[in-house]
């Protein structure tokens, strides 16, 4: 599971649908706005699993 959610493929998928949303809302800045959040979010949750895989080979 953990593969399928960091794939660009299923990024991909997420801001197509967020796109296309914001596009017929007429929200654009909003829908940038959550694309830095979920670049974020996902590189946050890399480096959590990091750490996690460092702490579990000790």
Do not use: P
Request: proline share 0%; glycine share 6%; aromatic share 18%.
């Amino acid at each position: 599971m953990k593969r399928l959610f960091n794939g660009s493929i299923w990024y991909t998928l997420v801001l197509v649908i967020i796109g296309v949303f914001a596009f017929f809302t007429q929200e654009l800045v909003a829908f940038f706005m959550l694309g830095f959040v979920l670049i974020m979010l996902s590189n946050i949750y890399d480096k959590l699993n990091d750490i996690a895989e460092k702490i579990d080979k000790k």
